[in-house]
């Protein structure tokens, strides 16, 4: 029997570390930079299938700050795959009613690819369905020094600091924070990913190589997600028995 998605209980944001492009190419003797243009049909149906589930949020991580220290040529490639798949994309984001946005150092990316970026997310700025955030050059760990750096700049008084005061400073503060983590490629790490809003986050791994990810591996990431039962440090059910 297939199982089906309860749209009572669906997960508003859903975060992706899309892991394994490279694994997945030299599997099959070809160059990594085979495995990520391959990564690129993952992206849209991972992205379509979650519209049609009904998520509001989809946030992608597809670069990290530590992805700079790969090999010049590996870099480029994906810099280049990068702008020509977000030049072509912008039309099913728009069929879709999908907003991009995106979160780390963007102005570390070359120029061509920041133009990129921010027409796509200009075009795509009123779009309702769900919002789409690339994470590129991001990593939590410079996201929350970004942060303090910005609170300090802005003489906020320490005292006044609370939780969600210091949420304005993320770079996801439009954005709630994500009930499901996925990442793919059965490593079983975190990665410097979205470390402050994974606090209470379900994780769940897959084997599967990124390239190979469709939306029924979303799906059946979703009904895992449903029967878990999320406590948040309570008890069951809030019962002392
Ligand atoms: C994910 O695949 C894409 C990026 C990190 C940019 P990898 O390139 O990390 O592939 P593996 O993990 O080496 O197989
Ligand atoms: C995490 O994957 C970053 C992205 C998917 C963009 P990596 O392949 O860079 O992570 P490690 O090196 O396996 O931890
Ligand atoms: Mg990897």
């Not at 963007?106 to 920041?114: A, R, T, W, Y």
């Amino acid at each position: 029997m297939t199982q089906l998605i309860d749209k009572e209980n669906l997960p508003k944001h859903i975060a992706i570390t899309m892991d394994g492009n490279g694994r997945w190419a030299k599997e099959k003797g070809k160059m990594r930079v085979f495995g990520h243009n391959h990564g690129v049909k993952a992206v849209k149906d991972t992205v379509e299938g979650a519209v049609e589930y009904g998520i509001k949020f989809l946030t992608l991580f597809a670069f990290s700050t530590e992805n700079w220290n790969r090999p010049r040529q590996e870099v480029n490639a994906l810099m280049t795959l990068l702008i020509s798949t977000i030049n072509k994309e912008t039309k099913t984001l728009m069929e879709n009613n999908v907003k991009l946005t995106s979160i780390g150092d963007i102005s570390k990316l070359p120029e061509k690819c920041q133009k990129e970026l921010s027409e796509a997310i200009e075009i795509t700025k009123n779009n309702k369905r769900m919002t789409l955030t690339l994470a590129l050059s991001y990593s939590g760990k410079w996201e929350i020094i970004n942060a303090v750096k910005e609170i300090i700049k802005n003489k906020i008084d320490a005292e006044s600091i609370t939780e969600n005061i210091f949420e304005q400073y993320l770079s996801t503060k439009n954005v709630p924070e994500p009930e499901l983590l996925i990442r793919t490629s059965g490593e079983h790490r975190i990665s410097n990913f979205m470390l402050w809003q994974i606090a209470y986050s379900e994780l769940y791994f897959t084997d599967k190589m990124w390239p190979d990810f469709r939306r029924t591996d979303l799906k059946e990431a979703i009904i895992n997600y449903q029967k878990r039962d999320r406590r948040f440090g309570r008890t069951a059910n809030n019962k002392y028995e």
